[in-house]
């Protein structure tokens, strides 16, 4: 019988397997276990341990994404269902550090930005998408007494969802966040030669001191805590090593806006 939770781990094993177009058979084979093994961990009959999750997520290239939804499993008991929605922790933070290396952070998006972004997902109908798009936006002022700290690749602000005036609207609105020192930015070039090749995430620091991380994955996202969240931080700090400075990021983004 399937145990509930581990539905969703077998969910991700599954859904990576036919991602890379590998049979169970041959997954079986590349970590040394039996087919049965692979047909009882794909419908939740049955947990690997962390090696082996690891060993999954290595041969199917997931990026991480197996391996977290473990640790996420194994630790579901300590982690408090509020942590899971970043929008309920941000309201209880003091410090948030986020990376973005897909679209401009949801915090910082423009009305218009938003909307495209969302309608380009192609999830839901209009009436819905207005109503994230002021849900997002209307964020920033939320957390108005927030330390606001962002590193972003520079493909996301060359990546026009819709239009050219869509992003250059939104560029001009991110200069203006960093020229009145709501936030600090920094963008890390494309031409980086030791960009770690990481997922999207963020971590935020609560009133007590306790970090909460959250991971972006195709499969969804993985809350971070202890260990994992101080693993984070340092990550974050060597990004912003690599990225240019909060000045030369506006001049580059400056740049790129003038020239679209």
């Not at 794909?42 to 690891?54: D, I, K, L, V, Y």
């Not at 977290?68 to 309201?91: A, G, S």
Request: glycine share 6%; net charge negative; hydrophobic share 40%.
């Amino acid at each position: 019988m399937a145990d509930e939770r581990w539905t969703r781990f077998a969910k991700v094993v599954k859904f990576h397997r036919n991602r890379t177009d590998l049979s169970q058979p041959a997954l079986a084979r590349s970590i040394h276990v039996g087919e049965s093994t692979i047909a009882a961990y794909e419908t939740g009959r049955r947990a690997p341990n962390r090696t082996t999750a690891q060993a999954i997520d290595q041969a199917l290239s997931a990026g991480g994404a197996i391996l977290h939804v473990w640790d996420e499993l194994t630790d579901e008991r300590e982690i408090p269902e509020d942590w899971r929605n970043f929008e309920k922790v941000e309201q209880q933070a003091t410090e948030i550090r986020e990376y973005q290396n897909v679209v401009v952070p949801g915090l910082l998006q423009t009305v218009d930005y938003a909307r495209q972004c969302l309608q380009n997902l192609r999830l839901w109908n209009d009436e819905r998408i207005e109503h994230l798009v002021r849900q997002r936006t209307q964020r920033l002022e939320a957390v108005s007494a927030v330390s606001l700290t962002f590193v972003v690749d520079e493909i996301v602000l060359r990546r026009a969802p819709g239009s050219p005036k869509v992003l250059h609207a939104q560029l001009d609105h991110l200069i203006e966040l960093v020229s009145a020192r709501v936030i600090w930015l920094s963008v890390l070039p494309t031409d980086t030669l030791t960009h770690p090749g990481v997922s999207s995430f963020r971590i935020m620091t609560l009133a007590d001191g306790r970090l909460v991380g959250h991971e972006e994955y195709i499969s969804g996202v993985h809350v971070a805590t202890g260990p994992q969240a101080n693993g984070l931080v340092t990550l974050f700090g060597s990004l912003q090593a690599e990225a240019l400075s909060t000045r030369e990021s506006a001049k580059l983004i400056e740049s790129i806006g003038n020239a679209l």
